[in-house]
């Protein structure tokens, strides 16, 4: 089992820029990748993006390409989400997740509230 707890959500005002933390326990050597997906209100829940445990390598959603920067220092466990130029599309409740080799998320967090005003 993996435990997911994000935090560093918040009110930030168009423009600004807010970093998000996903801090893994438990299980974490069986981690293969971490993944962002947020969900905004009456939307479905949405890719942002993900990097490999190990290797460091990344995708995004176009959505947040060249703005949104994902991260993660193994050290700590820690998976981070750098965000920059907000806009208030970019209003959701955002969740970390996890997931092993030839698995799907498996393990999610409980989501940390970003609110972009304009």
């Known amino acids: 089992q993996v435990q997911l707890v994000e935090s560093g959500g918040g009110l930030v005002q168009s423009g600004g820029s807010l970093r998000l933390s996903c801090e893994a326990s438990?299980?974490?050597?069986?981690?293969?990748?971490m993944a962002w997906f947020r969900q905004a209100p009456g939307k479905e829940r949405e890719f942002v993006a993900v990097?490999?445990?190990?290797?460091?390598?990344?995708t995004y959603a176009d959505s947040v390409k060249g703005r949104f920067t994902i991260s993660r220092d193994r050290t700590k466990n820690t998976l981070y989400l750098q965000m920059n130029s907000l806009k208030p599309e970019d209003t959701a409740v955002y969740y970390c997740?996890?997931?092993?080799?030839?698995?799907?998320?498996?393990?999610w967090g409980q989501g940390t509230q970003v609110t972009v005003s304009s």
């Open positions: 997740a996890a997931r092993r080799v030839q698995r799907g998320y498996d393990y």
């Open positions: 438990g299980d974490t050597l069986t981690i293969y990748a």
């Open positions: 990097i490999n445990w190990s290797g460091g390598s990344t």
